[in-house]
């Protein structure tokens, strides 16, 4: 998203769902932009480039929040029911997460400890997680079509288990279980990931079938694979389509098709990534 004096937008409410987005400003804005959200959250945002001292304004509560020089990769983490408003010059770039107390609480009870009641708020906070992964999912903003569901409901496990051990306002009772799934629960599980290679099953709709809390799930899951859901499903992407262009002559767009990718520069660039060749060349080495 890029704003600039020409934006019109001076509100954003956040629905119910997790949610990243890159923000930056190719212009001085005329007018804060209020945000808030739908259901109880937290807004995490990472600043991507230093901010001058003048060249950004934030409020909380209505209250200003002074901030001075803010360094790149340095964080925000704002309780979304303080409606925070900000304000910024042009050369303002940050990604924003949106990520919902429910997501948070059911982590915090996952790791063994009591639920979240709020988070400690922080501005321009020196947090190396909250940067690093800022940094690794900014090259997949903008491509819809790679972000798929399961990854999307990982970050937000992620995000909210850092949210709840490092700004949560609660304590732990109990150590975290660390055993992995029952026979079935993996054979129900692999099963249905076989059956939706498209991506856009939930993390909710596998431990709903497995009897277990999401975040209980993507542990479980985790401890019994070796990799979470959506490395597991891309794995088996990629193995179905390599016996798909071993064996036939089949145009790539219609390979993308039939092993979940939404398009074919989605598909080449998985498959680059995961085997470190092109569908193209792997195909020519390996067809029968």
């Known amino acids: ?44 945002s990472v600043f991507m480039q230093p901010v001058a001292t003048r060249g950004y304004r934030l409020w909380v509560d209505g209250a200003t929040v002074p901030t001075g020089p803010i360094p790149a990769f340095r ?27 429910d997501a948070i609480d059911e982590t915090a009870a996952e790791l063994g400890y009591e639920r979240v009641g709020g988070v400690r708020p922080v501005v ?33 496990l992620i995000l909210g288990a850092h949210l709840v051990q490092r700004y949560g306002a609660t304590k732990q009772r109990r150590t975290a279980s660390s055993g992995g799934l029952a026979n079935w629960q993996r054979q129900r599980a692999t099963e249905l990931l076989r059956a939706n290679l498209d991506g856009q099953l939930r993390l909710a709709d596998l431990a709903r079938a497995c009897g277990l809390s999401v975040s209980h799930f993507a542990r479980a ?21 390599q016996e798909i262009l071993a064996v036939k002559d ?29 569908p193209g060349r792997w195909r020519r080495e390996h067809s029968k």
């Open 124 to 156: 321009a906070k020196d947090d190396i997680v909250l940067a690093q992964i800022a940094k690794n999912v900014l090259p997949f903003l903008g491509r819809a079509s790679e972000a798929d569901a399961l990854a999307l409901d990982r970050l937000e």
């Open 221 to 241: 899951f985790k401890a019994s694979f070796g990799v979470p859901c959506h490395r597991w499903l891309t794995e088996h992407r990629i193995q179905r389509a």
């Open 1 to 44: 998203m890029r704003l600039d004096e020409s934006s019109t937008l001076r509100t954003h409410r956040y629905a119910d769902r997790f949610s990243v987005v890159r923000v930056e400003t190719t212009g001085t804005l005329l007018e804060p932009v209020r945000k808030s959200s739908s259901v109880p959250a937290v807004l995490v």
């Open 75 to 101: 964080a925000n983490v704002i309780d979304l029911a303080t409606e925070p408003a900000t304000w910024g010059a042009a050369g303002i770039d940050y990604v924003h997460f949106h990520v919902r107390y």
């Open 250 to 278: 089949t145009p790539l767009a219609d390979v993308a098709d039939q092993c979940g990718f939404s398009d074919q520069a989605a598909f080449t660039r998985t498959f680059h990534r995961v085997v470190g060749l092109t």
